[in-house]
């Protein structure tokens, strides 16, 4: 089982519907968790990071998480052409384990 | 500007000659690691460093070298590149703290023949 998972995609949807991308960890010790957004060719920038259960919103972005499940998900509403990205969801257990990264596609 | 660079962000080269991809952060990180992308792989980190003059060696190693002798830069060095080293680089640095959040350079792509 690898650390960190996430569906490969290609995720698609249409420009104005949420998005959901999802993540799951096998380190129940894991304490905080990050989305990071990736452009083709580009490095991997933040969008958000969040260390409680629950919901954490900015914007248009939503980060949930559940330790109970061991679960991480990020939610884009309203996604737009410019959300197409790959989103990276990573782990941190004193270093980063990335999950290797879903690639979202919105369609105009 | 609070930012990583690292250079040269294209780099072909042969088989066996050594190179050096540098990396500076500006933000008076403690930690800084590399790490490498490939396609279906992931990011793997190679190397990490905790503060300076310490190392150690992240998932995948194997034909990198690493240095810390000042805070603000960490090169990656190959001594003897081979055509399985061809990838994405990245390098990226963060305070020391478990959960903060970590800033990477715009990486480096190198390609070895």
């Known amino acids: 089982q690898k650390e960190v998972e996430q569906n490969s995609g290609p995720l698609s949807v249409p420009e104005g519907a949420i998005a959901s991308l999802n993540c799951t960890y096998s380190d129940r010790g894991s304490q905080s968790f990050f989305w990071y957004r990736q452009y083709s060719g580009k490095s991997p920038e933040l969008i958000m990071f969040?260390?409680?259960?629950g919901d954490k919103e900015d914007g248009r972005f939503t980060a949930q998480l559940n330790k109970a499940s061991q679960y991480v998900s990020l939610l884009i509403r309203d996604s737009q052409p410019s959300d197409s990205a790959t989103y990276l969801c990573?782990?941190?257990?004193?270093?980063?384990?990335f999950g290797q990264g879903t690639e979202l596609s919105v369609k105009p | 500007e609070a930012q990583v660079t690292q250079n040269p962000r294209y780099l072909i080269t042969v088989t066996g000659k050594k190179l050096t991809v540098t990396c500076s952060q500006n933000?008076?990180?403690?930690?800084m690691s590399w790490y490498r992308q490939d396609p279906g792989l992931g990011l793997r980190q190679i190397y990490y460093s905790m503060n300076v003059e310490v190392t150690d060696k992240g998932d995948v190693p194997e034909g990198y070298k690493v240095s810390r002798k000042e805070k603000r830069n960490f090169p990656l060095i190959l001594e003897s590149p081979s055509p399985n080293q061809t990838s994405l680089y990245f390098c990226a640095s963060r305070p020391q703290g478990a959960g903060e959040t970590q800033y990477f350079g715009p990486g480096t792509r190198l390609l070895v023949l």
């Open positions: 990573a782990v941190n257990r004193g270093k980063l384990i």
């Open positions: 969040i260390y409680s259960n």
């Open positions: 933000m008076n990180h403690e930690y």
